[in-house]
């Protein structure tokens, strides 16, 4: 059999704000079902380069080079076209449920939008996918008729992972979703994220500035310093044997932040 086709396919990507360009050159093939991480020190061009994967670039911005996500361009795009691959092409995780869920809008209706737009279901069909997209993420069918404002931190972080995997979608953009999160519920969340990738295969580029999380979860890497690819490779090797000079100081910042325990 022929190997399947990649999920994206980004190359030579620039995004530029206020005439400073944040992103400048990357490249990055993702496999279906392949988990990338993205790190890098603060003002890298991490968060910039996912919105642009993601085809939500925010006002301000602009975009050069291509990305291809299931085989369409999505840079020079109208945003009719961008919405179209959203959903089942590419998905994303906001860091912040806050702002990411309408406080004003249950979390079923806020999960069956995406559905009944991208896939066209009707109501009924629409609402047993937003039972088992909750329950993907281990929170109970009757979640649907809450709002936002009666849910926890972790639960609303679940919902937004439960509405981004809602459509099935190719690949699933995650931009630093742990980061409001306390430890244990933090590592709750990775635990459901983990799952529910493995059960639907969907692919993962995760921007993420905890080393931790990277290798809990990602396979490969590509780190970033003033917005270009300073190294990339298997997560094992690369934090193993870091050869960058920003990675290796990544790597010995995330050991000194482990106190040393003592006998």
């Known amino acids: 059999m022929p190997p399947a086709a990649e999920v994206a ?44 994967v993601a085809g939500l670039l925010p006002p301000g911005t602009c975009a050069g080079g ?16 961008r919405a179209g691959v959203r959903g089942r092409g590419v998905a994303l995780v906001a860091q912040d449920a806050a702002t990411a869920l309408h406080p004003l809008l249950s ?39 809450a709002r936002p404002s009666q849910l926890s931190g972790g639960q609303r972080q679940r919902v937004v992972l439960a509405a981004a995997l809602a459509c099935r979608p190719r ?7 742990t980061a409001a999160l306390d ?20 692919a993962l580029l995760l921007v993420t500035h ?5 290798a809990a979860v990602c396979e490969q890497v590509v780190v970033l310093a003033d917005g270009r690819v300073v190294e990339a490779g298997p997560v ?3 934090l193993a044997a870091p050869e960058h000079a920003v990675t290796r100081e990544l790597v010995e910042a995330a050991r000194l932040s482990v106190p040393e325990v003592r006998a």
């Open 236 to 238: 094992r090797g690369v």
């Open 9 to 52: 396919a980004i190359r030579d990507l620039t995004v530029t704000a206020g005439g400073v360009r944040c992103v400048d050159g990357v490249t990055l093939t993702v496999a279906p079902g392949e988990r990338w991480g993205v790190v890098g020190p603060s003002g890298a061009g991490k968060s910039l380069t996912a919105a642009a």
């Open 171 to 177: 690949l699933l953009v995650a931009d630093e979703p």
């Open 210 to 214: 905890d080393l931790g999380v990277l």
């Open 66 to 81: 291509s990305v291809r996500i299931a085989d369409r361009e999505l840079v020079g795009a109208p945003e009719a076209a």
């Open 107 to 145: 979390v079923g209706r806020q999960l069956a939008m995406p559905l009944r737009r991208h896939q066209g279901l009707d109501r009924a069909a629409a609402r047993t996918r937003v039972a088992e997209a909750l329950a993907a993420v281990d929170l109970p069918a009757e979640l649907a008729r």
């Open 183 to 202: 430890g244990p519920v933090a590592r709750s969340l990775l635990d459901h994220l983990d799952r529910a990738l493995a059960a639907s295969g969907t």
